[in-house]
């Protein structure tokens, strides 16, 4: 480890144009020493050349990683292993830092030597630069500890934080899930009750954009297989934390993975079904829902996966929205 730096680690699938802004924003940082760490996921057109590129131009400071395709967690894990910074900045290809992200949370962490993570406002922003919600989702509140917000979203970015790379040797590596990797990885942070600095202004831009992105996939049964990863993780994370299973973001997240569980039925996922509902069984608390109870001895007539298809269909037809204790903790709802 190289105490005071910071090493910026890039994941990147096929985006070339993309991937020159974001190593750009990274180059336009304020603060030194930074290394930055390009892991091409085995992309198939020139982002592999155009990463080489970049490396040629910037030796001292770029480094290029070539893995076969795994994911964006796979990735941002190889390039993990390879950092020398004693501080760690994930940053996917499409989005952008703005020029004071390290000056700013760097001396932050230096302050406040009992806090892992510092972090602070994000704003979502379109290709041409112009910014469409500022502060975007709820990277303005000052939160202590990850927990118990994340039981109810990812409340920030992954570019959003800046870690010590202490707190990313001790949660371990990455997984190899698709979807929700990085939630999964904050959630075993938030397990540790690593301590969270706030810095009250604006760090970084995520960007909307028409190129693909892997969340925009349709296959349901990715869907519910990486879900029903992440809701034990959430789940078990959230109770070694110490968060209380009566507070309203444990009720909110059991509505959800019971939500989860009616879907992995519907796709068929019978496995799946049943580990988000024993997770929606156990995070209701005293508060369990009677709902619950007649789908879990529904489930023993009908089985997981014709009782899925049902209710989700019935849903549908009747056009059910999130009910209102749902949207007063959204963030999505509430801006």
């Known amino acids: 480890m190289i105490p005071g730096l910071v090493s910026t680690i890039i994941p990147v699938y096929n985006r070339v144009e993309m991937l020159r802004q974001a190593v750009e924003s ?43 395709n795994g994911g964006a967690g796979l990735a941002r894990e190889a390039g993990r292993k390879a950092a020398y910074g004693e501080f760690i900045q994930y940053l996917d290809s499409d989005d952008l830092l703005l020029p004071e992200k390290f000056s700013v949370q760097v001396a932050a962490l230096n302050e406040h030597s009992e806090c892992g993570i ?37 409340w920030w970015n992954t ?40 810095c009250p202004q604006y760090v970084s831009s995520h960007r909307q954009h028409e190129e693909s992105r892997l969340t925009d996939g349709t296959d349901e049964l990715k869907h519910c297989r990486d879900i029903s990863r992440l809701i034990p993780v959430l789940y078990d994370s959230a109770v070694m934390a110490g968060v209380d299973l009566d507070c309203a973001e444990m009720h909110h997240f059991s509505r959800w993975a019971f939500l989860e569980a009616r879907r992995a039925g519907a796709a068929g996922l019978a496995e799946e079904a049943k580990t988000c509902f024993d997770i929606a069984i156990k995070s209701a608390g005293k508060s369990r829902d009677i709902k619950l109870r007649i789908y879990d001895l529904l489930s023993m007539i009908l089985g997981w996966r014709l009782l899925g298809k049902v209710t989700v269909k019935l849903s549908r037809l009747l056009h059910r929205k999130p009910g209102r204790n749902t949207q007063e903790l959204s963030w999505s709802d509430n801006g």
Not at 36 to 58: K, M
Not at 168 to 174: E, F, I, L
């Open 118 to 154: 510092a972090y602070g406002y994000t704003r979502l922003i379109n290709t041409d630069g112009k910014v469409l919600k500022a502060p975007y989702k709820w990277s303005a509140e000052k939160h202590d500890k990850l927990f118990p917000a994340l039981l109810v979203d990812r």
């Open 26 to 68: 990274v180059l336009a940082q304020s603060y030194r020493p930074i290394e930055i760490i390009i892991v091409d996921d085995g992309s198939t057109d020139a982002t592999g050349a155009e990463a080489d590129r970049l490396a040629g131009q910037h030796p001292d400071e770029i480094r290029v990683l070539h893995i076969d």
């Open 159 to 198: 570019h959003t934080p800046l870690f010590r790379r202490s707190v990313c040797d001790a949660v371990g590596p990455w997984s190899n899930m698709r979807m929700s990797e990085d939630w999964e990885y904050e959630a075993r942070i938030a397990a540790l009750g690593v301590k969270l600095v706030h």
